[in-house]
């Protein structure tokens, strides 16, 4: 009988798989569909001279934002870093390595590394800082880039819901980046919010595959975290 994929907690879902040195995929899209469990477990590892490929760095105390502050992390692989100070203050003084790459390019690198394709042409960049050194041809009269494709040794994702055999179902924006991290991974282990009998969801529900999952755990109770809100004085309140 084959080992259950799901694990008592964050620490031990990490355990044995985590090491100093490692690229990590990790989903989400800002502070939304962020695996919050999974990164305070990561950052109580200890384990450090990460490389991070995200979407974004998190903000100062929270997300990513744990792992900058403990100094876990020696380089960022995102599209946008806008709301961390403390990522600003390592990058300005040259302790952060930082590659910027466009949001969709970050996508399509992602998804094809856990496609098996090495690299692929985009438009997107050429002309700019993004282009330089690199590789470019012309296809039909129009330049193109040449950009290589991501894998991770772990990637570490959230999802709302999961079954026992690790298909998943993300919850609206969280699906952006984190089935582009999971297909990325060599290893992947998953947050959720609910747990299931495997063969309760309908196949046309599944998002992911549990081919792409290796290790579950779940956590019922996320803070899900907002990074800025706006409000507005009611009038007569």
């Given amino acids: 009988m084959s080992q259950s994929k799901v694990y008592s907690s964050a620490e031990e879902a990490l355990k044995g798989v985590v ?6 995929a990790i989903g989400g899209f800002g502070l939304c569909g962020i695996p919050e469990a999974l990164i305070a477990a990561l950052r109580d590892s200890k384990v450090k001279e990460l490389t991070c490929i995200s979407n974004n760095a998190g903000v100062d105390d929270f997300g990513l934002g744990l ?3 403990t100094r876990q992390i020696k380089k960022m692989i995102s599209s946008y870093v806008g709301e961390n100070k403390e990522f600003e203050r390592q990058y300005l003084a040259g302790e952060l390595e930082v590659e910027l790459t466009p949001q969709g390019t970050l996508a399509e690198k992602l998804r094809s590394g856990g496609a098996g394709i090495p690299a692929f042409y985009t438009a997107t960049g050429v002309g700019t800082l993004v282009a330089e050194g690199k590789e470019t041809r012309d296809f039909d009269g ?6 290589h494709s991501l894998r991770a040794d772990v990637a570490l994702i959230k999802a709302q819901k999961a079954d026992k055999a690790g298909n998943l179902i993300f919850n609206k924006t969280a699906r952006n980046f984190n ?6 991974g060599k290893i992947t282990i998953v947050e959720v919010e609910e747990i299931v009998e495997t063969g309760t969801f309908d196949p046309d529900e599944v998002h992911l595959p549990g081919i792409f999952v290796q290790r579950i755990v779940l956590n019922a109770s996320p803070e899900k975290r907002i990074e800025k809100t706006t409000t507005k004085a009611v009038e007569g309140a």
């Fill in 142 to 147: 129009r330049t193109y880039v040449l950009e």
């Fill in 67 to 69: 792992l900058l502050q």
């Fill in 19 to 24: 090491s100093d040195g490692q690229t990590l």
């Fill in 179 to 184: 089935p582009d991290c999971a297909m990325a």
